[in-house]
């Protein structure tokens, strides 16, 4: 798609939870101090086609993800890109049929914290992820491998480009009556490891990644946006701060979602990337079953 340079970008915003106020703020303020006119048009999902204008360009799915899939598909079929929230949908069948789409963007919102953007390049042989948060309702018609974990999930398979052959975890159910907290461990072919913590139930919130490549090792915290580079190939361990660049991570995902929608880059997250995540994610809880 591309769209002239003069006429505004029109763009329908299902859900008006938490995220969806998020992206509200975002849009609206790229709009007031960008180049071209932002029109936001805010759609309660219950409400269905019926109430998004004929004429939008894109539409962001903020809402709950056990609605994605019946927002997004009849969007999609109309040829309007949409931008679907993490995770990509409730099933692995809705996500299948999100993804046979070109024209969706997935909402892996850390893929463009300019803490991760560090790890450009990286050779990453051993990832280890923490995310963990207090406890709170939003989020909680998904576990906690859906809500949290799939961030890193997503960003092992983007770091290492592998699929993931052994996949060993364990979770519980305290609050919610689905998984809390979870730990999990995966392993590629190659023997790339990654190592994955996520609860919502802590005291203190963290966000944090550690990454092992040749002769090297990263500590990032993507919460509070330091990193840190440890290289011991000539034996000096030595800490290195990393100066992370300022950016904001949800700005700049709809920033190049809306670039996608203009024919000038490609979707930076792919249905494709979605799917993957998912897939994993669903492996990862069917070895909490057993």
Partial sequence: MHLADSAPLRVALFGHGHMGRLHAQKVLGMGAGGSREIVLFIVDPAQGLSAVPADIDAAIIASPTSTHAAVALPLLARGIPCLIEKPLAATLEEA????????????????????????????????????????????????????????????????????????????VAVATGRYDLAQARVETASGRVGTFTASRLARQPARKLRVFGAGEYWSIDLRERQVARVGWGAGDLEEQRVVVPEQDALAAEIGAFFAAVRGDAPYAVTGRDGLRALELAGRIQAAIRG
Avoid: K, S, W
């Fill in 96 to 171: 299948r049929a999100l993804a046979e789409h070109t024209h969706v963007m997935v909402g892996h919102v850390e893929r463009f914290n300019p803490a991760y953007g560090v790890l450009a390049g990286v050779d990453a042989r051993f990832v280890q992820a923490e995310r963990v948060g207090r406890f709170t309702a939003r989020g909680t018609d998904v576990d906690v491998i859906l809500d949290l974990m799939i961030h890193d999930l997503d960003l092992f398979l983007h770091l290492t480009g592998e699929d993931v052959t052994e996949v060993r975890a364990n979770g």
